[in-house]
């Protein structure tokens, strides 16, 4: 059973940066795609950023050229590193990985706040 784990997040001021990990309990090479949600209070997850076949990189316009999706994959880690935060990106950050059996995984969140 694949399992993820995210850290990183926490309250940062706006204008602040953040980076969230996810660090899958296997190879995350053998994942066909990885991606970073969230889920803000009374509203619906939405994707942020992903990579799909280990070269097609997706980040949402909400998030354009703030966030930037990456992998490490010696360290089996999917990276969201998030620039210039604004109090509209407060929100449970999910990790989702999906295998080539189109399985897929999530891990538990993490919460990110930015409020001064």
């Known amino acids: 059973q694949v399992q993820l784990e995210e850290s990183g997040g926490g309250l940062v001021q706006p204008g602040g940066s953040l980076r969230l990990s996810c660090v899958a309990s296997?190879?995350?090479?053998?994942?066909?795609?990885l991606g970073w949600y969230r889920q803000a209070p009374g509203k619906q997850r939405e994707l942020v950023a992903s990579?799909?076949?280990?070269?097609?990189?997706d980040v949402a316009d909400s998030v354009q050229d703030r966030f930037d999706i990456s992998t490490d994959n010696a360290k089996n880690t999917v990276y969201l590193q998030m620039n210039n935060l604004i109090p509209e990106d407060t929100a449970v950050y999910s990790c989702?990985?999906?295998?080539?059996?189109?399985?897929?995984?999530w891990g538990q969140g993490t919460q990110v706040t930015v409020s001064s």
């Open positions: 989702r990985a999906t295998d080539t059996a189109f399985r897929d995984y």
């Open positions: 296997g190879s995350i090479s053998s994942f066909y795609y």
């Open positions: 990579i799909t076949g280990g070269i097609a990189y």
